[in-house]
């Protein structure tokens, strides 16, 4: 059974563009493009989320608060993906212990840390057996 990471992005492109690089790379992937829309898929088995910290609803450090305040979900790794990179933001998140990727990103990069925080390779990568 593949991993599966919640992406909350309320921007179709980049919505889109994520989940199709985290999908080849073998994770299953849950959108939601509002704060209360990923808070109500908390249920959900989730092993990571990347979160864009300005939602249409709410901002992203209410749900990182929600996760966090949820018995089940309070270790669940989150990556917060946002355009907004002020030093008061990036100091929150590393006090948080919360990687941080700047828009615009590389999709790349952003599996790349998925795949490090997730268990140093992609789901469809077998151990023993070089990626290509």
């Known amino acids: 059974m593949s991993q599966t990471v919640l992406l909350v992005e309320d921007e179709p492109d980049i919505a889109m563009t994520t989940r199709v690089s985290l999908e080849l790379a073998g994770y299953r992937v849950l959108v939601a493009e ?32 929600e996760f966090r305040g ?31 990727i700047t828009k615009p990103f590389a999709p790349d990069r952003l599996v790349e840390l998925i795949d490090e925080i997730l268990g140093g390779q992609s789901p469809e990568a077998s151990p023993g057996q070089p990626e290509e």
């Open 34 to 65: 509002t704060a209360e829309e990923a808070r109500d898929r908390i249920g959900e088995p989730i092993d990571a989320v990347v979160l864009d910290l300005r939602l249409p609803d709410r901002e992203g450090w209410w749900l990182v608060d």
């Open 70 to 100: 949820h018995p089940e979900k309070a270790s669940v790794p989150i990556v917060i993906v946002s355009a907004h990179a002020s030093p008061g933001t990036l100091a929150r998140a590393s006090d948080q212990g919360l990687p941080y």
